[in-house]
């Protein structure tokens, strides 16, 4: 019977490496030194009691050894099979005191398996306490020592298949016993010299051995059978050259088999008589008579015979035509036992083959299970060979793992360069196969695309590797976005040419940068000791708040102010606050962002003095204020600086080739682009209204200039300042004042109609960035969902579960209607009522309630519903739905659940109701521990609505939620 390493990945028979772990700190039994001085006694003691149990636990007999074969651990199953109920305690005896009449072979097992190789047999037969033959499957396994890894002793583990039961003749040849003896106890043998003493073996025509009894099996216990493998040469022959024996062998066999000898046909194994006695020298062959179908293959029966004295070599071998006479080897006695015998090796072939087909069947049933993982899997023998791959792992890479293949040259055919091959070798050999850590690797299909694939590798107790492959592309890849996300804001921050102090809920601040860290005048570990409102005074501590109220109240994205910063010398500085306001996924304010713009007075502007004509230019100078404009600048349809004017240079302190092609926004509001181009085509319809803008410019210059805006009709605006000028004037004429007045620059007039507005943004480029903002917030919300789906995979705490399930499924409610937002910015014809559909079928899903037994009537009207109110609608769905589910028809119970949304003048209602086991009659909704309903409250609250909650114990369940259509600011 072959070995299966398939057989221990779901029932291992022992775990190897605790053993190793807990004797490699246990004191040595010969010389009385802890193995590791460094591990708490207590941790030692724990970790013998752990060893204990699972020793003491294994379905199989198992006991543990040092390196002098004295034992250390034995489980109670070794010992009722093994007979050593009156031998106690067994640790510390040694195991050839106990079995002193142990077969030499098994020193020779011990030997090898002590220099660190694994010995083991399918099938063995070991002399059991009453004396009968029971058959085993053994091995014995080196553990070694943590400390240097050397080899500290054996692990000795054998299972038991059945007893063979003796022969019918047998029986009744035994000797009953006395009267006077007692029955329980067992009756010695009578020697037999040919009980079990002659090694027989079962050979295909091509040498092979089919089978072979239990002494044939003792005599190679240092080489080992592998049946239908091993040839006959390979276990009886003499050193390496194996071509004679191998010829003599088979040409016995075919004359054997074709009848072409009467005489009797011998193999002879050696050639002196200086061999070990107790191997055979000479085989007897004989042909097995067909039992089976005509076509089934002949079998040979070799029979193992000691060599004779020397004295009788000469005169039976020498003559070479003198065949040996057969009654002198086999009398008929000797053949009347040789037949029993043979009566007994089919009885144990017979149930060696149920045990073969019962470890197929297991087979089948454990490849079965790994075929229907859904991940690549292939397993390893010690020695690195693959034995077993299932179809998942062809279809990751389009390349299957072939049988005379190694993991290394596999892997090599996926990757592209040297390099590339080196990198993946290594981490396969040194961190997968050595070291059993899970690795992340490149490679390339057969289709030549790349995949990230995630290797989790598992050792197997009995020797080998179980690997399992994971496609983790998507999630290798959200993972680089997130993270080149965080450096991009982190770079924004730090190189921002402003100061931004971020402050959490309390309004204490946790960020700022170096630019803060400046206007400031503190460290950035002095500045998180405080609130902001420290560092300003006390009118604008109190406009800061009530801006940031507003900010909440009004959901505008950003709020500016004028501000009084302190110094550290006491002193204050006028600024300009920015307010931006960051919501978590409850909408609440996670965060706040401040934008702090030093002012700092423009510098006066000198209108030059026109010329005049001499007669004029004679006349007395007078002083005159007049306020006046002058263009400032002009932009593209795309908002870009086309053209800079000497006064904007003066302005802003900027010259116009660092200014020119720049974005408009950054000069004014950097941080609300959206927000300030919406303003500025307002203004651009009004072009006589006058505007005060705080402004930007170059070397840290701020200040605030009162502007006016122009639509041109190529596209973009042209932008003017307006400012008061001291003129010198002359007493001139009314001539000379209207060539004063055509000599000063004019405010500009509205060329176009004040219907055609600006094209400030690019409505194409708005809507796919924001189905790219559905899409991507729908994607991360299913990565939360899976990882919500690993840990209820990982808790046995059944409301643990259920609660974690809520949150997954209230995820992916989200995650589902961010989908239905993206399908709605594509054009697509997906409506709410979609969505709705697309929610019942996911939670069916999820609480595995089939149609038949629970359904669902949906009517839900179209209507003028705002956006912000789809997040609080779709999760209000959720919620009950969930509820009904979940709670309303234990027991299998069937039903109906209706759920109805409709629209009435400037209003909405949402309605669900079922005919579930209702609602117990001391309910009340604000005194229930749930969490359910307090969700929807929230979310009634969040729509100014109203939430009714009715129920009587058998007759239902009715969640109503009423919200106006449209908010307070519109």
């Known amino acids: 019977m072959s070995s299966s390493v398939l057989r221990n990945v779901i029932q291992p028979k022992a775990q190897t490496a605790p053993l190793e772990k807990a004797y490699d700190e246990a004191p040595d039994q010969r010389t009385g030194v802890q193995g590791n001085s460094d591990l708490p006694k207590h941790e030692s003691e724990d970790m013998g009691l752990v060893l204990g149990v699972l020793v003491e636990n294994a379905p199989v007999a198992m006991a543990m050894f040092d390196r002098g074969m004295r034992y250390m651990l034995a489980n109670r199953q070794w010992i009722t099979e093994f007979g050593l109920q009156q031998v106690q305690p067994l640790v510390g005896k040694s195991q050839y005191e106990i079995f002193p009449g142990l077969h030499p072979g098994w020193r020779q097992v011990y030997e090898r398996a002590l220099q660190g190789h694994i010995v083991r047999s399918e099938h063995d037969s070991l002399s059991g306490p009453d004396g009968q033959h029971l058959v085993y499957r053994w091995e014995v396994r080196p553990w070694r020592k943590k400390r240097d890894a050397a080899v500290g002793g054996l692990m000795v583990t054998c299972e038991k298949f059945s007893s063979p039961q003796p022969s019918g003749e047998d029986a009744v ?12 106890q067992p009756v010695a043998k009578t020697p037999d010299p040919l009980d079990c003493s002659i090694p027989m ?173 859904p991940c690549g899997v292939f397993v390893l023998d010690e020695r690195g060979v693959p034995v077993y791959q299932n179809e998942g792992l062809a279809k990751l890479l389009g390349r299957p793992l072939e049988a005379d293949q ?112 400046e206007l400031l005048g503190q460290a950035k570990s002095e500045l998180r000791r405080y609130p902001l409102d420290a560092w300003l005074d006390p009118d604008s501590a109190t406009a800061r708040r009530d801006a940031l109220r507003t900010l909440q109240s009004s959901g505008r994205q950003a709020e500016a102010l004028g501000v009084r910063i302190k110094r550290v010398d006491g002193s204050f500085s006028r600024a300009i606050l920015h307010l931006a306001a960051v919501p978590d996924a409850q909408g609440e304010t996670h965060c706040t962002i401040h934008y702090l713009q030093e002012v700092t007075e423009p510098a006066a502007v000198t209108v030059p003095e026109p010329a005049f004509p001499a007669a004029l230019s004679s006349q007395t100078p007078a002083t005159a204020s007049r306020t006046t404009s002058a263009v400032l600048l002009t932009t593209d349809a795309n908002g870009r600086v086309r053209t800079w004017t000497e006064h904007a240079q003066q302005l802003f302190s900027l010259e116009s080739a660092a200014a020119v092609g720049r974005p408009l926004h950054q000069f004014f509001r950097p941080s609300d682009a959206t927000g300030f181009f919406a303003d500025l085509a307002a203004q651009a319809a009004h072009p006589d209204s006058i505007v005060q803008r705080p402004f930007f410019g170059g070397n840290g210059k701020r200040g605030e200039v009162e502007t006016s805006v122009r639509a041109l009709e190529e596209g973009g605006v042209e932008l003017s300042s307006h400012f008061t000028a001291d003129i010198e004037t002359s007493a001139v004429p009314p001539l000379a004042v209207e060539m004063l007045k055509a000599a000063m620059p004019l405010a500009f007039q509205v060329v176009s109609p004040s219907s055609q507005r600006w094209p400030v943004v690019d409505l194409e480029r708005e809507k796919l960035l924001l189905t790219e903002t559905h899409h991507r917030i729908k994607n991360h919300l299913q990565i939360i969902s899976s990882l919500l789906n690993m840990q209820i995979n990982g808790v046995s705490d059944q409301d643990a579960r259920n609660a974690l399930r809520s949150s997954q499924n209230r995820v992916r409610a989200i995650a589902a209607l961010h989908q239905h937002l993206y399908q ?97 009659p001391d309910f009340h909704p604000g005194e229930g521990g749930g969490l359910g309903l307090k969700i929807l409250a929230v979310f009634a609250d969040q729509m100014r609505g109203q939430l009714f909650v009715r129920g009587n114990p058998d007759q239902g369940t009715e969640i109503k939620l009423r919200f106006p259509l449209a908010t307070p600011e519109a």
């Open 201 to 373: 073996l079962i050979l295909s025509l091509d040498g092979a051995i089919l089978r072979s009894n239990v002494a044939a099996a003792r005599l190679t216990l240092d080489k080992g059978i592998q049946e239908g493998t091993t040839c006959f040469w390979e276990v009886f022959g003499e050193g390496r050259d194996y071509s004679a024996l191998r010829q003599q062998t088979l040409d016995a066999l075919t004359r054997v088999a074709l009848a072409h000898s009467p005489a009797p046909v011998y193999i002879t194994t050696h050639a002196d008589s200086s061999s070990e006695p107790a191997i055979p020298s000479r085989w007897l062959v004989s042909a097995l008579a067909h039992k089976g179908a005509d076509d089934s293959p002949p079998q040979v029966m070799v029979m193992g015979f000691p060599a004779p004295p020397a004295a009788e070599i000469v005169p039976r071998f020498i003559p070479p035509l003198a065949p040996p006479a057969p009654a002198a080897l086999v009398d008929d006695a000797a053949q009347q036992r040789l037949e029993n015998e043979l009566s007994r090796a089919r009885q144990e072939l017979r149930t060696l083959a149920e045990a073969q087909q019962a470890f197929g069947r297991r087979e089948s049933r454990l490849r079965s299970y790994l075929e229907g993982i």
């Open 406 to 517: 190694t993991v290394e040259s596999w892997l090599a055919h996926a990757c592209s360069t040297e390099e590339h091959r080196a990198q993946v070798v290594l981490a396969w050999r040194e961190s997968v196969w050595r070291r059993q850590l899970t690795r992340t690797v490149s490679l390339a299909t057969a289709d030549g695309l790349l995949k990230e694939l995630e290797f989790h590798p598992i050792a197997l107790p009995g020797g080998g590797l179980l690997v399992s492959i994971q496609d983790a592309t998507e999630h290798t890849r959200h993972e680089e976005q997130l993270r080149s996300m965080e450096a991009k804001l982190r770079t924004l921050m730090q190189g921002s040419p402003i100061a931004i102090v971020m402050t959490d809920k309390a309004g204490v601040i946790f960020e700022v940068n170096q630019h803060a860290e």
């Open 173 to 184: 040849k035994a000797d009953p016993p006395s009267e006077d003896q007692d029955s329980s």
């Open 824 to 920: 709605v910015a594509l054009g697509k014809s997906d409506t709410f009522s979609d969505f709705a559909r697309d929610l019942v079928a996911h939670l069916r899903e999820c609480y595995e309630v089939k149609a038949d037994q629970i359904k669902v009537h949906l009517e839900v009207q179209e209507g003028p519903i705002e956006q912000e109110w789809l997040m609080p609608l779709a999760l209000t769905l959720n919620e009950a739905l969930s509820n009904c589910f979940e709670h309303a028809y234990p027991h299998g119970r069937k039903g109906l659940i209706t759920a109805m949304l409709t629209y009435t003048q400037g209003s909405g209602e949402l309605v669900i109701s079922d005919d579930g086991v209702g609602l117990p």
